[in-house]
């Protein structure tokens, strides 16, 4: 099983810095972690830094995965479509970035299955530049699974997605990090899904981590008040669920 530390990670554009000294535990993978914190805080910068996209400063130290060249995958937040590929064609690119050209029946076999799991498989044959917004984020997840990371930072993959595809995709990442071991970090603003699908969560505000650890010990009104400035109460819905509700901002 893959784990991951962060140890003093900092970043910045230019002069401005967006975070540093970023620490925390060792993350083990088999799950899925949100990544949370109000606009602007730094959570793509975050993700960014993790994969090596960006230079700062800390160790990102990763064991596991010692045999995988690209270990992280970064899936953006925006999915820009490249209106030449058809669907299939962008996802086995995908597959075969960073390696050699010749595709196996295995390798086929796999972008099948992925495109059935995601229940995508009626659009193979699309032009990318032809995809709804929420076809486009489903593509995106196709392409960042194919590639098998070790460690898989998704940036906001369910805001373009209908209710039903949220739940299916969110469910989808949490059964194959219990599967497969691998760690799974999630950029999310929707809290409750983060409640009911992330068993760590880690909130950036203000240029640090502010908190980190069990979900159900992160998420609390007083971190809600503190950090994304609303009065909130957390219930348990009629099926025993923590439920979040918003009664206010916070002026
Ligand atoms: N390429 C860039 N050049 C300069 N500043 C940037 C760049 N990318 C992001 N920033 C700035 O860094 C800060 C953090 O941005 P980031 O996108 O990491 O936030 P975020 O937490 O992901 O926000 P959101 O929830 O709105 O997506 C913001 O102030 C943003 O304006």
Known sequence: MVALKLEGLGAQYGRIRVFEDITTETLEGGGLTALIGPNAAGKSTLFKRIAGLLKGDG??????????????CYMPQDTGANAVLTVYESILLAAKQGGGWKVSEEELAE??????????TDLAFRDLGALSGGQRQLVSIAQALVRKPKVLLMDEPTSALDLF???EVLEYMHRLARKTGIAVL???HDLN???RYCDQSMVVADGRLVASGPTKDVITPQLLRDVYRVEARIEACT???PLLIVDAAVI
């Not at 160790?59 to 992280?72: C, F, K, Y």
């Not at 972008?111 to 995508?120: G, T």
């Open 239 to 241: 099926q025993g669920r």
């Open 111 to 120: 972008i099948d299955e992925i495109l059935k799991s995601l229940r995508i």
């Open 186 to 188: 999630i950029a999310l």
């Open 59 to 72: 160790v990102v130290h990763l064991s596991g995965a010692e045999t995988q060249s690209r270990p992280i």
């Open 193 to 195: 899904h983060a409640m």
């Open 165 to 167: 595809r949220q739940i």
